[in-house]
């Protein structure tokens, strides 16, 4: 990979004989090996070198090797959930100030959210079709989840509509941004404080140019962050590979293979269909150019970690800047085709199929209104966990089968996690296609570049494309 212009910022100057005069002297090479190493190969090597390490630490029961690898992916995963507060409350004032005059811009969000319910709704009904096809759970019963207690944390996150209406309204702002999961709670204070500002006009303008400030702050240092994901790949995946191994999930075979491949159904045969019927775009670009977020999803296991990067590839996928940075956020709390579609309904079928419950066609339509109505209540960090506790509460089932699917829950929720944040990234094509915004040049060629660094040109509106910065771009450098 060619040199960045900052690589070497800070080096000595040339002397002034080595150029014509009135020239700038011509950057030096950079001495670090890995600049000559493109991004992408870099967090390919972290997710190999991760999973052999993981298997050096589990087949030599090297608790050192494993502690080492978790240490490093949870400050990464801390890292970028620093970052996603001020991201999701910037990004989505200055975006909806953004669409000050801009014609359309309710359209664009309910638009939004029809996709979000329709793709909601194949999922729990794939889900759903699963279940009923291989009865998960048959063979347990109720001895088998009295053998594992609920833990304390399953109950004090246990899903309810009351919860879920009340928890999105913070109880004082400095509360919403204190971190657990509130991000929905940000969400609706940035929506009425993006809202306000634009009712008052020219009185908020001062607040505006802050709020825009803020965000290019946080956007270099988001960067920043991401650049680490090559370490943070190799901690997470290994630690996962480490501390999880096959025996652990051939009791429940029938149940994670059918979460694997329900949401592998949805993730390569739904949105490639509505990418190639409705955006009629090429779906294996939409997956190359998304890549770095599915990876990261797969191994961090966090939609709301995620976001930043979803963000970019969305952005660099030719979906106008101002829109992506009102979807993105939004669908990060409220768009989980994985955690709220697939996963709830076969976990409510296991859990009846284990105790012995018949579920009927109310109990089946119950789901589907869970899956559709309920995905916000997810969060996009207590994700399934409250999804499921909700689904099972609204059928009535005993919330202790919850104990039986804890021990593989984060190996599901790799596969979950990166169904939520592809579907997350394909709803704002769909509406940027059919509202005729998608610049689908730059969707054609962003597998072959490099996930561009956050740039901090303003788009008018969101019927105005993403101008992009010029150089080398198979190249990551920060703006």
Same mark, same amino acid.
């Given at each position: 990979?060619?040199?960045s212009?900052?690589?070497s910022?800070?080096s000595?100057?040339?002397?002034?004989?080595a150029s014509?005069a009135?020239a700038?002297?011509?950057?030096?090479?950079?001495?670090?090996?890995?600049?000559r190493?493109?991004?992408?190969v870099?967090?390919?090597?972290?997710?190999?070198?991760g999973?052999?390490?993981?298997?050096?630490?589990?087949?030599a029961?090297?608790t050192?090797?494993?502690?080492?690898?978790?240490?490093?992916?949870?400050?990464?995963?801390?890292?970028l959930?620093?970052?996603?507060?001020?991201?999701?409350f910037a990004? !989505?004032v200055v975006?909806?100030t953004? &669409?000050?005059g /801009?014609?359309?811009?309710?359209? #664009?969000a +309910?638009?939004t $959210?029809l996709?979000?319910?329709?793709t909601a709704?194949?999922?729990?009904?794939?889900g759903i079709?699963l279940?009923?096809?291989?009865?998960p759970?048959?063979?347990?019963s109720?001895?088998d989840?009295?053998?594992?207690?609920?833990?304390?944390?399953?109950?004090?996150?246990a899903?309810?509509w009351?919860d879920?209406?009340?928890?999105m309204?913070?109880?004082?702002?400095?509360d919403?941004?204190?971190?657990d999961?509130?991000?929905?709670q940000i969400?609706?204070?940035a929506?009425?404080?993006?809202?306000?500002?634009?009712k008052?006009?020219?009185k908020?303008d001062?607040?505006?140019?802050?709020t825009?400030?803020? !965000?290019?702050i946080?956007?270099k240092a &988001?960067?920043? /962050?991401i650049r680490?994901?090559? #370490?943070? +790949?190799?901690? $997470?995946i290994g630690?996962s590979?480490a501390s999880?191994?096959?025996?652990?999930l051939a009791?429940?075979?029938t149940?994670?293979?059918?979460?694997?491949?329900g949401c592998?159904i949805?993730?390569l045969?739904?949105y490639p269909?509505?990418?190639?019927?409705?955006a009629?775009?090429n779906?294996?670009r939409f997956f190359?150019?998304?890549?770095?977020?599915l990876q990261?999803?797969?191994v961090?296991r966090?939609?709301?970690?995620?976001m930043p990067?979803?963000?970019?590839?969305v952005?660099?996928?030719?979906?106008?800047?101002?829109?992506?940075s009102?979807?993105?956020?939004l669908?990060?709390t409220?768009k989980?085709?994985g955690?709220?579609?697939?996963?709830?309904?076969l976990?409510?079928?296991?859990?009846?199929n284990?105790?012995?419950?018949? $579920?009927?066609?109310?109990?089946?339509?119950l789901?589907?209104?869970c899956?559709v109505v309920?995905s916000?209540a997810t969060a996009?960090?207590?994700?399934?966990?409250?999804?499921?506790?909700?689904?099972?509460?609204?059928?009535?089932?005993?919330?202790e089968g919850?104990?039986?699917?804890?021990?593989?829950d984060?190996?599901?929720?790799?596969?979950?996690?990166?169904t939520?944040?592809?579907?997350?990234?394909v709803v704002p094509i769909?509406v940027?296609?059919?509202e005729g915004?998608?610049?689908?040049?730059a969707f054609a060629?962003a597998g072959?570049r490099?996930?561009?660094?956050?740039?901090s040109d303003?788009v008018?509106?969101?019927?105005e494309s993403?101008?992009?910065?010029?150089?080398?771009?198979?190249q990551l450098q920060p703006?």
């Open positions: 990979m060619s040199t212009p900052d690589a910022a800070g000595p100057a040339r002397p002034a004989s014509p009135g700038p002297s011509p950057a030096r090479p950079s001495r670090n090996p890995f600049v190493i493109s991004f992408g870099q967090v390919l090597l972290g997710l190999v070198l999973l052999v390490l993981g298997f050096v630490a589990r087949s029961d090297a050192w090797l494993t502690d080492t690898m978790t240490t490093i992916g949870s400050v990464f995963v801390n890292l959930k620093l970052i996603v507060p001020p991201l999701v990004a !989505l975006s909806i953004n &669409l000050r /801009v014609a359309g811009a309710a359209r #664009l +309910v638009k $959210l996709w979000f319910a329709a709704l194949i999922a729990v009904a794939i079709t279940g009923a096809i291989t009865s759970g048959n063979g347990f109720a001895a989840a009295e053998a594992n207690p609920l833990p304390d944390f399953v109950s004090e996150h899903g309810s009351l879920f209406l009340t928890g309204i913070p109880s004082n702002p400095i919403a941004f204190s971190g999961g509130k991000v929905l969400v609706f204070l929506i009425v404080v993006g809202i306000a500002a634009i008052i006009g020219s908020a001062p607040f505006v140019s802050f825009r400030s803020l !965000l290019d946080v956007q &988001l960067w920043w /962050v680490l994901s090559p #370490l943070g +790949v190799l901690g $997470l630690k590979v999880y191994g096959w025996d652990l009791p429940l075979a149940f994670t293979v059918d979460v694997y491949v592998a949805v993730l045969v739904v269909l509505l990418l190639s019927l409705v009629r775009v779906p294996m190359a150019g998304a890549w770095p977020a990261l999803a797969f961090s966090s939609s709301v970690g995620t990067v979803t963000q970019q590839v952005t660099r996928l030719g979906v106008p800047r101002a829109y992506a009102f979807a993105v956020p669908g990060a409220t989980m085709d955690c709220a579609g697939v996963y709830p309904a976990g409510a079928i296991f859990v009846a284990a105790y012995g419950i018949h $579920l009927g066609f109310k109990e089946y339509l789901i589907v209104v899956s309920g916000a996009g960090l207590t994700g399934a966990l409250v999804m499921l506790t909700l689904t099972l509460s609204t059928l009535g089932l005993p919330l919850v104990a039986l699917l804890l021990g593989i984060a190996m599901l929720d790799m596969m979950r996690t990166l939520n944040v592809a579907g997350q990234a769909l940027s296609a059919g915004t998608l610049d689908r040049e060629s072959a490099a996930l561009e660094a956050p740039v303003e008018v509106g969101d019927e993403v101008r992009r910065t010029a150089g080398d771009e198979h703006a």
